[in-house]
């Protein structure tokens, strides 16, 4: 078991840190996702072609959906390329995130290695001392 130091708490507070960054950079994907799926739904709706022969109203009907499908299309386009701006800054924060804590996990493991060998250190002076007490203790005088 690791010995306990004063970078514990900081590691914890980096660690919430790298998580919530996580949680944003999940929900980023996400929205990239769905914005995908609208535009090429918009794709879908625009490259339909629903103007047949008939009388010039329907036409015009016809060419103003079309138009809106066209408008709707330009949009999602835009909301893709927002999300993916959304997600490069969310991703931007999770690398930077996981630097911080990697940095300070990398100061407690040294940390709780140099306290582990200063311990050790101090078992095997114990140790020696008392060893050398019972072999003084052992040899009559």
């Given at each position: 078991m690791a010995p306990s130091t004063r970078l514990d708490k900081v590691v914890k507070v980096r660690k919430r840190e790298e998580d919530a960054a996580s949680v944003g950079l999940a929900r980023a994907h996400a929205a990239v996702r769905r914005a995908q799926e609208e535009l090429e739904r918009a794709v879908e709706a625009?490259?339909?072609?629903?103007?047949?022969?008939?009388?010039?109203?329907?036409?015009?009907?016809?060419?103003?959906?079309h138009r809106r499908a066209l408008q709707s299309m330009r949009s999602a386009e835009t909301g893709l390329r927002e999300a993916e701006r959304g997600e490069a800054c969310a991703r931007s924060g999770y690398a930077d995130a996981h630097r911080r804590a990697e940095v300070v996990r990398r100061a407690q493991d040294r940390q709780c290695a140099e306290i582990m060998a200063d311990q050790e250190k101090r078992e095997r002076k114990d140790i020696d001392e008392i060893a050398t007490l019972r072999f003084n203790?052992?040899?009559p005088s």
């Open positions: 625009a490259g339909r072609d629903p103007r047949s022969g008939g009388p010039i109203e329907l036409w015009q009907l016809e060419e103003l959906e203790a052992e040899r």
